[in-house]
């Protein structure tokens, strides 16, 4: 699956949600998760595989660590420990089965029956989840003294891995409520530590979708004026689902997000149609090389897109956030 490393450049890769484990790493993990990437990018396989179960060793219940690690040793020709690794990446619940299916580090265990059967698995976690999916209401923040006669812009925001909803709203609620926003923050739905983390794009879909639905029934909402943005694994989500859905947004603003240029990539026609992209990233961040990429790809196919980028700022918000939010919604919203 595509890696979430500071150069992506390839076409292929490994985990696109690594990162998202990242997240509130200690230092010492941060280090082996670079090395890791470099070790993968220059395909080293064995090196890769000995950071890879040095982060899985870190946190055993991280579903991604083991996903990765069934990457490197398919890519390094051993289907045996590829395949033990995939399904432990599932016992740890990793439920992605349609990423699984185009992920190119996977081909050589395709003809497999036991990859059969361990997509197959994945399908029918992947179901149960949506079950409840539509049982965990988001949150919504309306700005103070919204007229209910007039349809409100809506700023769509996911959460970061291991958190909650209110972390991102208490994020966007100033600057929401001086652009007369309505703010939507839905739950992932794995439990992650004391909060929550997306997993599968196709769980973080159908729970973006019921939070659109959920908005548009209580409240006017302007549709031309709809705003999907994220932080972290929040932002990766929002880079995927922003492309796939870009009828539905006039703006997209990732932030300390990786691009995923499999699944975020954009068409290859029809770019006047596409939302803006108003990415936001620190120079120190691990995501800055991918963001860069996402920068080039999408002014080479006409996207309406811009890179700020901070400098000295790791995996965070720039300190003058408010300010950098102001112009992230100026640049979507046409201001």
């Avoid at 989840?129 to 919204?146: F, R, S, Y």
């Avoid at 990429?293 to 002014?299: D, I, K, M, N, R």
Wanted: charge should be neutral; charged fraction near 20%; include cysteine.
């Amino acid at each position: 699956m595509k890696r979430m490393t500071q150069t992506l450049a390839v076409a292929t890769g490994l985990a696109g949600v690594l990162f998202f484990a990242a997240t509130g790493f200690a230092q010492s993990s941060q280090e082996i998760l670079s090395d890791f990437n470099a070790a993968y990018n220059a395909k080293q396989w064995d090196r890769a595989a000995e950071l890879g179960l040095k982060l899985f060793l870190f946190d055993s219940r991280n579903a991604t660590h083991a996903y990765n690690l069934a990457c490197v040793y398919a890519l390094k020709g051993d289907k045996d420990n590829a395949i033990k690794w995939l399904r432990t990446s599932v016992e740890r619940g990793f439920a992605d089965s349609a990423y699984v299916r185009i992920d190119a580090d996977l081909v050589s265990l395709r003809t497999l029956p036991a990859f059969e059967a361990i997509l197959k698995s994945m399908d029918e976690r992947l179901a149960a989840l949506m079950k409840n999916a539509a049982k965990a209401e988001p949150l919504i923040v309306v700005p103070p003294n919204l007229d209910k006669q007039k349809a409100a812009p809506l700023i769509v925001a996911l959460h970061p891995f291991g958190s909650r909803p209110q972390w991102i709203v208490d994020h966007w609620r100033t600057v929401a409520a001086e652009a007369g926003a309505i703010i939507v923050a839905p739950r992932a739905l794995n439990p992650q530590g004391g909060g929550f983390q997306w997993g599968a794009v196709q769980e973080a879909d159908f729970v973006l979708e019921h939070a659109l639905d959920v908005a548009m029934k209580k409240h006017k909402i302007d549709a031309k004026r709809i705003v999907l943005t994220g932080f972290s694994q929040g932002g990766y989500m929002a880079f995927n689902l922003g492309m796939k859905h870009a009828d539905l947004f006039c703006g997209v603003i990732p932030s300390a997000g990786n691009y995923n240029p499999v699944l975020a990539a954009p068409p290859s026609s029809n770019a006047d149609t596409l939302p803006r992209f108003f990415i936001m990233a620190g120079d120190q961040d691990g995501v800055i090389g991918s963001n860069r990429v996402a920068l080039q790809e999408y002014e080479a196919a006409g996207v309406r897109v811009k890179l700020a980028v901070y400098p000295g700022v790791g995996h965070a918000y720039p300190p003058n956030r408010d300010e950098e939010l102001r112009k992230a919604l100026k640049f979507v919203f046409q201001d």
